[in-house]
């Protein structure tokens, strides 16, 4: 089946470090991927819509500038957090659609972002 | 906006017990999922519902949606060790094209 990666799985980084993380589509084209992030005992929030070759659609209260996405191929989205800070620590998930008929949603297996 | 509202939050069950955890929508599900988390880690797709009164299986997990479709219900019977975690219900109600989510339930089992 379809699968989506997602790397790196736990990162931790100083204040003030900017981290990026990758989403793949290995085995499917994803012209839309979607960021979410998930605090302890709430839902997970859409943080912003990717389009591949398009600026990336951000949600409401969520930073542009902060929270810059990369969509510069079918395959790839990237998410990098400029500037972390503590608050910015959370688990990201990134997922992928599936355009193909029985158009499914694929979940990456998140990262866990620290910042000290 | 469309809300879907999860319970229980958690549960504990002792194993071998039936469980049931409920998801209600705020608005008409068009398109319910249930998915799997363990915590630090990424979203199991289990199943999909999209028709009212359909009803999936997966092994021992079955979930079903009602006729008005703005209810589904996750059954595990004789739940497991294994079974344990966050269960997530999505629905396609978000803007852009994406899924919006229920808080979980996480399931505790005891051997």
């Known amino acids: 089946g379809a699968v989506v990666s997602q790397h790196p799985s736990r990162v931790i980084c100083k204040s003030g470090t900017s981290v990026k993380i990758e989403c793949r589509s290995l085995d499917f084209q994803a012209t839309t991927m979607f960021w979410y992030r998930q605090f302890p005992k709430k839902s997970l929030m859409l943080m912003a819509t990717?389009?591949?070759?398009?600026?990336?659609?951000?949600e409401q209260g969520v930073e542009k500038d902060k929270f810059l996405i990369n969509h510069a191929s079918l395959t790839l989205s990237t998410l990098t957090v400029t500037s972390a800070h503590p608050e910015d620590s959370s688990f990201y998930i990134c997922?992928?659609?599936?355009?193909?008929?029985?158009?499914?949603?694929?979940f990456g297996s998140g990262t866990q972002l620290s910042v000290l | 906006s469309q809300e879907l509202e999860q319970s229980p939050q958690s549960l504990i069950v002792q194993e071998g017990k039936n469980l049931t955890i409920n998801c209600t929508s705020s608005k008409t599900l068009y398109g319910l999922y249930w998915y799997k988390q363990k915590y630090g880690e990424g979203l199991i797709f289990l199943m999909m519902l999209q028709k009212g009164g359909e009803e999936k299986s997966h092994e021992k997990i079955t979930a079903k949606l009602d006729e008005k479709k703005q209810q589904s219900s996750l059954h595990i019977t004789a739940s497991q060790p294994s079974h344990a975690g966050i269960y997530l219900c999505g629905a396609g109600g978000g803007s852009q094209g994406n899924l919006i989510f229920g808080k979980g339930t996480k399931l505790s089992v005891k051997p």
């Open positions: 997922s992928a659609r599936d355009p193909t008929p029985g158009e499914k949603l694929f």
């Open positions: 990717s389009n591949e070759g398009s600026k990336a659609t951000y």
